[in-house]
């Protein structure tokens, strides 16, 4: 497998001690829902306040230019899991672009998540919060590698119930009862409608309780919340105490959610041994006025392909491990799945295609990310591609506007990253042989991808 490969080889020609294999780590993803590039404190937010999330981005790694695999839920969390584009498991379509409550597909059985690969090593694995890659029995996390779950399996503005307000005004003064989601435990509902107000508090709880019970014993956790998705709901002790508003009141309860979980593993002295990582699924919706969040000074947000819709602010701790630095290299979701395999010895699926790598060499030694390239999925088409500093459009969508038809690029747009990420200045003229490489990579990309059954059009 080519990322244990490359672990192992840049150990030996280093002549240093990668942990490849330590001794059965632990992992914690924390994945956030909609939550944009510029919404925390030590992301270059003005007025909310993170200080849990500052300080692990200051006692870890703050990677600036980390990526998901899609620019809205389902299939980012396809790709997370699987460390493979979505397109490879048919969780993207160009006509539903996420699972709904009467969808009748899923993950496929097939494919093989990190609680899968983890299971097999091993450890403990649990699911908690927004699962989105199928509610019926046979796609939930139970189904798929995970010994326990306990979430809205579903974005939290499904199951609208028809005598709500309708359109924004629904979500301007949100009730838990607009939206009738279920809470469910393993393959259980136990609460309907979930009461949202006390979400991000019990998930905490539940991760916080399974870190103790399982402090002799390896174990993962996705704690994969359902906020700052719109309806924004937070707990009465946070409402009304930020200076962002509601929206504040919702990312400074999930920072409060991170202090928790980072201070557990601190008193169970497990601070040394797990490696957490905390990012988000696609941008902000930036529809939803304040209620949406920031993408800081990237473009665009949820739904589409420029940065805002992409690029994650994205925090990697394991103290003693990884060396706190900055990290101004490419990374993505995809890569969970390699690195995570080469940190706990667990063998990644070496008869498929993975798009992922083995971010080992920068996590613990600040050495250039072996990732060159990010191609970003709008649906089953691919409508930019990054290569190095370079990013080419060949089709742009801005997202949620109305705007009916991708509008197409010949000559693609392309802009400079590191001078431009705003994306503001489009420069292709003077950089054609850039995209004569983009070109090739997409096509080389493209001739990889083989036709499988699409998921999410299933009703
Ligand atoms: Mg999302």
């Known amino acids: 497998m080519r990322t244990a490969i490359s672990c192992l080889l840049l150990a030996a020609l280093l002549n240093i001690s990668l942990p490849c294999a330590a001794s059965s780590p632990n992992v914690v993803v924390i994945f956030c829902d909609d939550l944009g590039y510029g919404d925390l404190a030590c992301f270059g937010h003005p007025t909310i306040a993170t200080p849990n999330l500052d300080r692990m981005a200051s006692e870890g790694q703050r990677w600036t230019e980390f990526y998901v695999a899609a620019c809205v839920c389902t299939p980012s969390r396809a790709a997370l899991q699987t460390g493979r584009y979505p397109i490879r498991s048919g969780m993207c379509s160009n006509n539903r672009r996420v699972l709904f409550p009467d ?11 990190i609680g899968q690969m983890l299971k097999a090593q091993g450890y403990s694995t649990h699911a908690i919060g927004k699962w989105h890659l199928g509610h019926l029995p046979q796609y939930l996390p139970t189904s798929h590698g995970y010994d326990s779950y306990f979430g809205i399996p ?39 409608p979930a009461d949202q107000h006390t979400i991000t508090r019990r998930y905490t709880e539940e991760a916080v309780k399974l870190i103790r019970e399982n402090r002799q014993h390896p174990f993962f956790i996705y704690l994969a919340h359902n ?3 719109v309806p924004l709901f937070a707990s009465k002790e946070f ?5 962002r508003g509601l ?39 930036l529809t939803f006025d304040a209620h949406g969040g920031s993408a800081g000074l990237l473009r665009d947000g949820k739904g589409s392909t420029w940065e805002g819709g992409m690029r994650e602010p994205t925090i990697f701790w394991w103290p003693g491990r990884i060396t706190p630095s900055v990290v101004r290299e490419m ?23 993975l798009d992922g790598y083995d971010l080992a060499p920068t996590l613990f030694h600040n050495l250039p990310s072996p990732r060159e390239s990010m191609f970003y999925y709008h649906g089953q088409e691919v409508f930019a591609v990054r290569h190095g500093m370079f990013k080419a459009h060949f089709k742009t969508k801005t997202s949620y506007s109305g705007q009916r038809d991708a509008e197409v690029h010949d000559p693609p747009l392309l802009f400079h990253l590191g001078h431009d990420p705003s994306e503001k200045y489009d420069i292709a003229q003077e950089h054609s042989h850039a995209i004569d490489t983009i070109h090739q990579l997409k096509v080389e990309h493209e001739s990889t991808i083989e036709q499988v059954e699409n998921q999410l059009d299933k009703r």
């Open 227 to 229: 906020l700052p998705h």
């Open 331 to 353: 990374g993505s979701t995809l890569d969970l799945l390699p690195t995570i395999a080469a940190i706990t010895g667990a063998s990644a699926p070496s008869d498929r295609l």
């Open 239 to 243: 409402t009304g105490t930020s200076r």
């Open 103 to 113: 969808s009748t597909g899923g993950l496929p059985a097939s494919e093989i998540t």
């Open 247 to 285: 929206y504040g009141d919702v990312i400074e309860e999930i920072d409060w959610s991170v202090g928790q979980i980072l201070e557990t593993l601190r008193a169970e002295g497990l601070d040394g041994n797990t490696m957490v990582v905390f990012t988000s699924d696609n941008g902000p919706w």
């Open 154 to 192: 579903y974005s939290n503005d499904m199951d609208a119930v028809s005598d709500s307000p309708k359109g924004k005004a629904r979500f301007w003064n949100p009730e838990i009862e607009y939206w009738n989601v279920p809470l469910m435990r393993g393959e259980q509902i136990v609460e309907r």
